[in-house]
């Protein structure tokens, strides 16, 4: 037996070539883990050459926090997002942003109001900088998709700034608010989408969330 973990995130999502080694090295039955599977794997169950096993309750049996959504221009959800942050002040707090740029001016930005860590691709010291963040028990970090998936700091709350952004599809988005709520000592958290228009695709990913709670119960 072999188990594939996140197999719809990078470098696996979309590499034909990958696909075709795992194919062809492992034996027996393979095992695909993800909460957001893409089009390629459930194309797979719809033709009958793969089953798919649900579970969509999390291990301590708390559902997934429902994002909540506020849509203004970006002057106004930086106040918002800042008036979010101070409120959740005995949380650590992970915000969100689309791109490496974005993320480095809302550092320079914020900082000197909220003192801040920020993670991108281009982190040079990644893994310290998230432990340090761990380690605070209301520390704040500003982060690109590279934490969508993998990271759990216990008690955290989620803020997607700019969710509507084209960046994001609703895989990276159930992501991030999966990171709220991870472990039995906080099952619960808060997710807050800020966007500047009003996108489907963020609505769609409220209402998927809310649908796997319901199969929950």
Not at 14 to 21: A, K, P, R
Not at 35 to 55: F, P, Q
Not at 147 to 171: K, M, N, Q, W, Y
Request: glycine share 6%; charged share 25%.
């Amino acid at each position: 037996m072999t188990y594939a973990d996140e197999p719809d995130a990078f470098p696996f999502f979309g590499n034909d070539t990958l696909h075709g080694i795992a194919e062809t090295a492992c034996r027996g039955h393979t095992v695909y883990l993800t909460a957001t599977a893409d089009d390629h794997l459930l194309s797979r169950v719809e033709e009958g050459s793969m089953v798919c096993l649900r579970l969509t309750k999390r291990p301590h049996g708390h559902p997934l926090p429902v994002p909540r959504i506020e849509i203004a221009s970006r002057a106004v959800l930086f106040l918002k997002m800042l008036d979010w942050l101070k409120a959740h002040n005995d949380h650590p707090r992970m915000v969100f942003v689309p791109t490496i740029k974005a993320a480095k001016i809302m550092h320079i930005i914020m900082n000197p109001l909220i003192p801040c860590y920020v993670c991108t691709s281009k982190t040079k010291n990644r893994d310290q900088v998230i432990e340090e963040f761990r380690k605070e028990e209301n520390g704040v970090i500003i982060a690109t998709t590279v934490l969508e998936r993998g990271v759990t700091v216990p008690g955290a709350d989620i803020c997607v700034f700019e969710a509507d952004s084209g960046v994001f599809s609703e895989a990276s988005l159930i992501q991030m608010a999966g990171r709220a709520g991870r472990s039995f000592q906080y099952p619960d958290g808060d997710v807050l989408f800020l966007c500047t228009q009003k996108k489907e695709l963020v609505f769609l990913c409220r209402k998927t969330i809310r649908e796997n709670n319901a199969c929950a119960v």
